[in-house]
């Protein structure tokens, strides 16, 4: 069965310096992995995906993710925060019957 | 067109009321799904209309009822909720099963 690990439920960065959000990735098969963004009180923005193309990823918003077979990991990055960035984090991935799998969220906050 | 539209965007009902929720996309997506999302929590499938079929029902409890008029429209039918019921309620559509999901900002649901 298909599941992601989100390895830090909060991570704390000063702005203008960049972020790392953590995720592992259990599959039988080769991945459609995702990373979903959500603001307060919003719904959930595709930040970007990976399908078995290039493996690494870049999305909206300056970050990228980048898929390792080898490592199960697929974390997301961005070379500079801004406060804007502050927001709940989910790294998805689909299994076998097209559903999605969540994590369980990582909490990025950006300190001025 | 490349949104999903949720109304209304807060709903508070009492446990004897009946409401509705409200889903609509103009992307031409083929499945529509229904979520809710208790805070600090990631979201929860719980229902997929495919080709405006009831595909999955992730055993929900039948005081929640989806209806799919047509292929645009995707409507969730509230009556004898619990306080536990309230959460927010998201609706996403894609272009097939496998397809990445569109989320809708949501309705914040309170049951008192």
């Known amino acids: 069965a298909q599941s992601v690990t989100q390895l830090d439920s909060h991570v704390s960065v000063s702005e203008g310096t960049p972020v790392l959000l953590r995720c592992n990735y259990s599959?039988?098969?080769?991945?459609?992995l995702f990373w979903y963004v959500q603001h307060p009180n919003k719904g959930l923005q595709l930040l970007l995906k990976?399908?078995?193309?290039?493996?690494l990823v870049k999305g909206i918003n300056g970050f990228e993710a980048e898929f390792k077979k080898s490592e199960t990991s697929f974390h997301l990055t961005k070379p500079s925060a801004h406060m804007s960035d502050a927001a709940e984090y989910f790294c998805v991935v689909m299994d076998s019957s097209y559903k999605l799998i969540f994590g369980s969220g990582t909490r990025l906050l950006v300190r001025p | 067109d490349t949104e999903v539209t949720q109304t209304p965007k807060h709903l508070v009902m009492g446990m004897t009321n009946k409401k509705s929720l409200k889903c609509e996309q103009h992307?031409?997506?083929?499945?529509m799904y229904w979520y809710k999302q208790k805070a600090k929590k990631p979201p929860e499938l719980m229902f997929v209309y495919s080709y405006e079929k009831l595909s999955i029902n992730e055993s929900v409890p039948s005081r929640f009822s989806p209806e799919c008029p047509n292929s645009s429209l995707l409507n969730l039918h509230l009556h004898a909720l619990q306080p536990e019921d309230s959460a927010l309620y998201l609706c996403?559509?894609?272009?097939?099963?496998?397809?990445?999901?569109?989320f809708g900002s949501g309705t914040r649901l309170t049951v008192v």
């Open positions: 992307m031409g997506h083929r499945a």
């Open positions: 996403a559509s894609s272009q097939a099963n496998l397809g990445q999901r569109t």
């Open positions: 990976y399908t078995s193309a290039a493996t």
């Open positions: 599959s039988s098969y080769s991945p459609s």
